[in-house]
Nanobody
């Protein structure tokens, strides 16, 4: 059974920090590209960040560059998102999502609606 179990969300004040974790099981995490996506209240999904299989390549949406850091530990099958200098506009449900077979797409980075596996989501609320 494939599982992506997120933790670390919650309520934080503006300027604060949170570290989100996503523990994977049921598929080969080490060869999967991993991603963080969020859904702000009343809005659609927004891709935040992606990381390559080995972790040596990362990419971010402009609004979080310099504040958020995506990382992974393949020995623990765990994905992380360190969020610093949080702003009220970061308030959202946060999801981790996996592309478990990047070789099947010729190395193309998938769009969020193409991600194969999803976590259940967790709420992050930044108070002003």
């Amino acid at each position: 059974e494939v599982r992506l179990v997120e933790s670390g969300g919650g309520l934080v004040q503006t300027g604060g920090s949170l570290r989100l974790s996503c523990e994977a099981s049921g598929f080969d995490f080490s060869i999967s590209r991993m991603n963080w996506v969020r859904r702000p209240p009343g809005k659609g999904l927004e891709w935040i960040a992606s990381i390559s299989e080995s972790g040596d390549y990362t990419e971010y949406i402009d609004s979080v560059k310099g504040r958020f850091t995506i990382s992974r530990d393949n020995t623990k099958n765990t994905l992380y998102l360190q969020m610093n200098s949080l702003k009220p506009e970061d308030t959202a449900m946060y999801y981790c999502a996996a592309d478990p077979s990047p070789e099947q797409t010729g190395g193309r980075w998938l769009l969020p609606d193409e991600y194969i596996y999803w976590g259940q989501g967790m709420q992050v609320t930044v108070s002003s």
